[in-house]
């Protein structure tokens, strides 16, 4: 069983969590028309308190 540890996203996780944001949406993202892109500012977010 692999060991698992939760923290905060910090700024050099910015692109990888983009990068799974966008392929969770990616089957939605095809059918629906008027989804938000979810990765637009991974960056930005990370970077709110």
């Given at each position: 069983?692999?060991?698992?540890?939760?923290?905060?996203?910090?700024?050099?996780?910015?692109?990888?969590?983009?990068?799974c944001l966008d392929?969770?949406?990616?089957?939605?993202?095809a059918?629906?028309?008027?989804?938000?892109?979810?990765?637009?500012?991974?960056?930005?977010?990370?970077a709110?308190?």
């Amino acid at each position: 069983m692999t060991n698992w540890t939760i923290r905060r996203a910090e700024q050099r996780d910015a692109y990888a969590l983009a990068a799974c944001l966008d392929a969770a949406y990616a089957g939605y993202a095809a059918r629906i028309t008027d989804l938000p892109a979810m990765s637009e500012d991974c960056a930005g977010e990370i970077a709110r308190p």
